[in-house]
């Protein structure tokens, strides 16, 4: 396909999801209180967050995912509990800079962000921002809990949610992770099945879940399912939206051009997660860095995604997992106010997906849903070593490569600092216990022989 061609097809595409209005202003929909379709994006020498009135709250569009609270090693030097203190800095940090929401569930952080959240947001008023938090009965269900016992260890986890978070009523409340393992069947198991629906339902109804939703992941029945024959009026929709996702989806996801086409229709609220896959998009291809760096020198590569994300009217808020100061304050900056991208630059931000789908990495967005591994490795460590590599050009391919020594010499120091040898890819068994719960589909036994073989092929050459 040609440059023109290209062009115009991403004119056409973003007209259709856009809006020609906002083209026309160069600002796209959202807050203030004027409607999902025409309200004003705000000035941007104001240096206001942005903010987004979708579902009758004031929603700030940079939202807090809390699953990548920074952590520190446990008193008594067995594993690593969270650091509070710096958890605390940068929730005061994100409210007086105008974040407001805040998303969090039970298996984050190794069990530990709901309380580690609660702690944070109570020391503030509690009209000041907005909780997000999750049924996360997935685990339950592939522990082989079913009918009473899944329902009664459910509603026990829907109670601790409020005693963690130091709360009488949870703002958003959502079904966790719909669509992973085995898809439909699981899905009817962990909610209907067990009752765990019509309990959320009644709790929605009394007042303590103001807005219910869910979050989805893997099979498009499910997500069908659920916005055409549940019976559920949904509040909002939770989904994996960034610019490689919208056409180039991998795995068992979904492309988000489809799955944001179908709430908006419906004039569903969607609320993005993944708007940098798991960090990927902010570190991308030497190549790809150049690229983005030569048209905006002063913004970061990861601005480009969340302007990508917060430029569609119909999105609610975009959860980022700041572990960092730096990135809080980026992120901040990026929605403060937000400067919707131009139809140019949508067309621009396609053609630079197109361009990544050369560079083969594995899809791994560090969630650790997949630890903790049985045998001790380290999952995400092994593949993203893997995946930087990739992007900053060391994968030695032939002894023949003008740079092959180097590259080689790289990847191997780099693969022992990165992940401790006992918990490298050669100690993998193959027992696929990681799998199901991948929301990206991976194969990770199969990418665990692959990067060993490789490192191995590394190290006899």
């Known amino acids: 396909m040609n440059s023109r061609n ?3 097809i991403s004119r056409r595409d973003f007209l259709k999801v856009m809006g020609a209005a906002s083209v026309a202003s160069a600002g796209l929909a959202a807050c203030g209180g ?3 379709a025409s309200a004003d994006i705000g000035n941007q020498a104001t240096g206001e967050m942005t903010r987004r009135t979708l579902t009758g709250d004031e929603v700030s569009l940079l939202g807090y995912g809390c699953m990548r609270w920074p952590m520190k090693p446990a008193a008594d030097g067995k594993g690593e509990v969270v650091n509070q203190d710096a958890v605390n800095t940068l929730v005061d940090y994100a409210l007086a800079h105008g974040v407001n929401y805040f998303d969090t569930a039970p298996p984050y952080c190794q069990g530990m962000s709901e309380e580690a959240t609660g702690i944070a947001l109570s020391r503030h008023p509690r009209d000041s921002y907005y909780i997000a938090t999750k049924m996360s009965n997935h685990r339950l269900y ?3 809990l079913r009918g009473k ?9 829907y109670h601790e949610s409020f005693k963690h978070l130091r ?3 949870i703002d958003y409340y959502l079904f966790h992770i719909l669509g992973s393992g085995a898809g439909m069947e699981e899905m009817r198991g962990r909610l209907y099945d067990s009752g765990v629906a019509d309990f959320v339902l009644n709790e929605r109804e009394a007042g303590r879940i103001r807005k219910l939703g869910f979050s989805f992941h893997g099979d498009v029945r499910v997500f069908d399912y659920m916005l055409q024959e549940s019976g559920i009026k949904w509040d909002f929709v939770q989904i994996q939206l960034n610019y490689l996702d919208w056409r180039h989806a991998s795995g068992r996801n979904v492309k988000a051009e489809y799955l944001y086409g179908e709430l908006t229709k419906r004039g569903i609220p969607a609320v993005i997660m993944e708007p940098l896959l798991g960090g990927r998009l902010s570190k991308v291809h030497d190549h790809i860095v150049t690229k983005l760096k030569q048209r905006e020198p002063e913004r970061s590569v990861a601005s480009w995604a969340f302007r990508f994300a917060g430029s569609f009217p119909n999105v609610l808020t975009v959860l980022s997992g700041m572990t960092y100061m730096e990135h809080l304050q980026d992120n901040v900056h990026t929605y403060s106010p937000l400067q919707a991208l131009t139809e140019e630059e949508f067309a621009f931000l396609q053609e630079t997906a197109d361009l990544m789908m050369q560079y083969k990495t594995v899809p791994c967005n560090d969630c650790k849903y997949c630890m903790p591994c049985p045998y001790g490795l380290d999952i995400p460590a092994i593949l993203l070593h893997y995946n930087k590599c990739i992007n900053e050009g060391n994968m030695p391919q032939s002894g023949q490569d003008e740079n092959y020594r180097q590259a080689r010499r790289a990847f191997l120091v780099g693969y022992d600092r990165s992940v401790p040898k006992l918990r490298q890819a050669n ?5 696929g216990q990681c799998n199901p719960h991948c929301p990206q589909g991976i194969d990770i036994p199969k990418e665990m022989q692959r990067i060993d073989y490789f490192v191995e092929r590394l190290k006899q050459g």
């Open 6 to 8: 290209s062009k115009e």
């Open 34 to 36: 004027q409607g999902a």
């Open 142 to 144: 592939a522990a082989g």
């Open 149 to 157: 016992e899944l329902y009664e260890a459910s509603v026990k986890m």
């Open 167 to 169: 709360t009488d009523y």
């Open 427 to 431: 100690h993998c068994i193959g027992c």
